[in-house]
């Protein structure tokens, strides 16, 4: 069975400070994993995408991926209030266009 | 370069209707995946359609069926509609590449059905 979690929170984060964001998954079989924002009200966005162990960086984002582990993080530099969002983590257990499965997500507030 | 499209935006129905929902994938994408988004949950996989023909599906009764036509739009249908599909519908499309394994799921503004 597929299953991911995430501490729904909220996590409260100071303006300017990192905002860490986890997420553990329970099939060894996933081989890709998403980041989505969801603000209220609107449809996710794809923010980050991971595919092998180890960081990858796009702009204030970085996705660390540990497969050993079953865990996958979202690092948010130099947070912004415009960050406040739901963040969503998604994998996909096969390869090709599978669907994702989807955790519940954590609400993250930047405080100004 | 057109996103995905979604309609209609908002839809009120009673229970035991029938309610059909439309989907326009991202220009240049063949595969439509439809997801289901309960208040304060995450999206749960209905089904997805490539090639129009469902080629996978999640844990949804039968009365959740789909369509996609050559032009790789989409529509979802729920029959005998209960209050519990009250929910957030969700269009997401992306592009297989004869079984490539890091596609991209992008998602269109989805559909909030209200059940009565």
């Known amino acids: 069975q597929k299953e991911v979690e995430q501490n729904s929170g909220p996590l409260s984060v100071p303006e300017g400070a990192i905002a860490s964001l986890n997420c553990t998954y329970s099939d060894r079989g996933s081989q890709s994993f998403f980041w989505y924002r969801q603000y209220s009200g609107k449809s996710p966005e794809l923010i980050m995408s991971?595919?092998?162990?180890g960081d990858k960086e796009d702009g204030r984002f970085t996705a660390q991926l540990n497969k050993a582990s079953q865990y996958v993080s979202l690092l948010i530099r130099d947070s912004q209030p415009s960050d406040s969002a739901t963040y969503l983590c998604?994998?996909?257990?096969?390869?090709?266009?599978?669907?994702?499965?989807f955790g519940k997500g954590t609400h993250l507030i930047i405080q100004p | 370069d057109a996103g995905v499209t979604q309609s209609p935006t908002h839809l009120i129905k009673t229970r035991g209707q029938q309610v059909t929902l439309r989907c326009s994938p991202k220009s240049g994408h063949d595969t439509v995946s439809w997801y289901q988004q309960a208040l304060g949950q995450g999206p749960q996989f209905i089904f997805q359609?490539?090639?129009?023909?469902?080629?996978q599906r999640g844990n949804f009764p039968d009365r959740f069926s789909g369509h996609q036509f050559p032009n790789y739009s989409s529509e979802l249908n729920v029959n005998a509609l209960l209050l519990g599909d009250s929910a957030l519908y969700l269009c997401?499309?992306?592009?297989?590449?004869?079984?490539?394994?890091?596609?991209?799921?992008?998602f269109g503004p989805g559909t909030r059905l209200t059940v009565l």
């Open positions: 359609y490539y090639e129009e023909e469902e080629r």
């Open positions: 991971i595919y092998s162990n």
């Open positions: 998604a994998l996909r257990v096969g390869g090709g266009a599978d669907g994702l499965t």
């Open positions: 997401a499309s992306s592009l297989l590449l004869g079984g490539k394994a890091y596609n991209e799921q992008f």
